[in-house]
């Protein structure tokens, strides 16, 4: 728990116990990788806080006053990850939305994970997980504090060799990693899963979907990404990560996700670090 | 706001920022009815929590000691509502629940909401709510932190004539009232819908099925609700509840609610209070 924190602008490390959010998990995240005080994709994660709010109907934030926040959490960490968390704040007993709600904001600073630059160079090894993503339209895509179902499928392994775990859906589509999107080249084309339904919009994501706007969102299924020439995950505070692994299928990271590396490099992200 | 709480036994009302209830909502709650001191439906609430602790592979709880602090946080309150919540602890960041984990219990203590002797003898009104509850087994039945979808139905009105919604899945069963049960007399038969896939199994609803054990639990679609000869609502915390309409569908409360009424009235319960 290395790092500072603010809430509400203030040196606070505590939230009321009366809080929506963790009394409804009534509220919104966004995981945000700083390298030296500057988040290169600061603006799509204030997009995307700002697309969840208004889903949500939670007041919007005021994004400069978070950015003046996150950098002083950072202050001196290097490599560091903010976690911005935004509740509907503390409310009377009961589901109903208070008319006029006071959100709390808290801003947290954490060293960045270690990652070796192997894990850049040949990829991780993924399991697929026994744990499926519920369908919920009203909540698809948005990075809310409902997370349990995230929990349960990382709780299904505790190998130190397995990097990530595949999620699909009841209907057996597959979604997402437990905490990364997923990619694939599929017959020569760039493909990514649909998110309508359940799963989490990454940032990264988005990101990548900018850089290729060739790329297609498209169902997919497992049958599929076993035929896929290159398999990669996105993540905002890791970047593109090679797969060379999903259970027993072998890839071989390719040009496509190379390229994608190095498009992330030249945005500022270093791509290993202690 | 009004009682006392307790953190881990401790007189606080804050939790850490890092919290798990809070960064997930990984975790679960029982909502108590207490009068003078006494929780006649306590077993019903332990046996839930037990259950759910270990599907969320939560450390059990003390039930000896939850019951003291409960009654510590409502003495004094003729006609209380106690909240516990039990979350996974303070964790590191991610998803990955820790090996040894510290839960977090809160015990708080409200004054009961007040009810009118008109809402249990007249009944309520209700409305389709259009927000539809998820499919997901692994989470369903219990009384969770994953709350966003109650929270969303709920924030669909504000007329207060209407005292409660329902909520059907995305296939269009009827599973239950955003914060009740749902029970209908069809053809003479008491019945009240599955919760194997979604909804939260209540403790009122336990102690009804309990007490008739002729009831059936079965899918329940909103024709059925229609051609239902009684609808009523249960809750731990409010009782047996008439219902009078559901949108333009009217009902008259009659001798199965009346009587379940007045065997909630011999477990203890108030059926009016100020």
Chains 1, 2 share one sequence.
């Not at 799509?44 to 003046?68: K, S, T, W």
């Not at 997980?129 to 995230?150: I, W």
């Not at 299904?156 to 060799?161: G, L, N, R, S, V």
């Amino acid at each position: 728990m290395s790092g500072r924190v603010l809430v509400n602008g203030a040196p606070e490390a505590t939230v009321s116990v009366f809080d929506r959010g963790l009394s409804y998990g009534d509220g919104l995240f966004e995981t945000i990788r700083f390298v030296r005080g500057a988040a290169p994709l600061w603006t799509r994660h204030m997009a995307r806080l700002h697309a969840g709010c208004g889903r949500l109907r939670l007041p919007l934030p005021v994004p400069a006053q978070l950015l003046d926040e996150a950098i002083a959490v950072v202050a001196g960490i290097d490599q560091a990850v903010v976690r911005i968390t935004l509740t509907r704040g503390v409310g009377e007993r009961g589901y109903a939305p208070p008319r006029d709600a006071n959100t709390t904001r808290i801003v947290a600073g954490f060293d960045a994970p270690p990652m070796t630059g192997e894990a850049y160079a040949l990829g991780m090894r993924l399991r697929w997980c026994e744990t499926t993503l519920s369908a919920q339209p009203l909540l698809a895509g948005m990075k809310h504090l409902n997370r349990l179902e995230q929990v349960l499928a990382r709780a299904e392994w505790t190998d130190p060799a397995i990097g990530e775990g595949l999620v699909c859906d009841g209907e057996g589509q597959v979604i997402s990693g437990t905490m990364t999107n997923l990619f694939a080249v599929i017959d020569g084309a760039l493909m990514t899963p649909s998110l309508d339904r359940c799963g989490v919009a990454g940032v990264a994501r988005a990101e990548v979907l900018g850089h290729r706007p060739d790329a297609r969102v498209a169902a997919l299924r497992r049958e599929d990404l076993a035929r896929a020439s290159e398999v990669f995950l996105s993540s905002s505070v890791r970047g593109i990560l090679p797969v060379q692994a999903v259970g027993d299928t072998l890839y071989v990271p390719g040009p496509v996700t190379r390229a994608l590396q190095h498009h992330w490099r030249g945005l500022g992200f270093p791509m290993e670090q202690a």
